[in-house]
C-alpha cells in the first residue's frame, strides 16, 4: 500500500456504511461484513486486519492516518483496502437523526 495511490482521489469511493457493507459483504462472501467493521471500528489496530471472503476475495480494513506517517483526508475514518485495481472505500457513517 503506497500513501500516494490513497491520495489520488480518482482511487477512492466514499460511501456510507449502510450502502456498502450488507451488499458487498454478499458479493465477497463475507457473513456478519457489518458486524466485522463495527468492530474493527471500536478497536482499530495500526497494521489493519484482513477478512477473507467464500467468493476468493479478501479486503483489509485499516484507518490510513494509523498506517502512514502523513494526514490524508478523511484519513482518520475506516477504509476498506482490496488492491490498486479497485477504488479503495473511506466509509462513513451518517451523523444520527
Known sequence: MRLSWFENPDNVAYVKIDDFADNF?????ISNLRQKIEDFRENPVKEGVILKGTKRAALKLFVPDMVFDKHIDMGES????????????????????
Open 25 to 29: 459483504g454478499k458479493e465477497c462472501g
Open 78 to 97: 475506516m477504509w476498506v483496502y482490496i488492491g490498486e485495481m479497485y477504488p479503495a472505500y473511506c466509509l462513513y457513517w451518517p451523523m444520527e437523526e
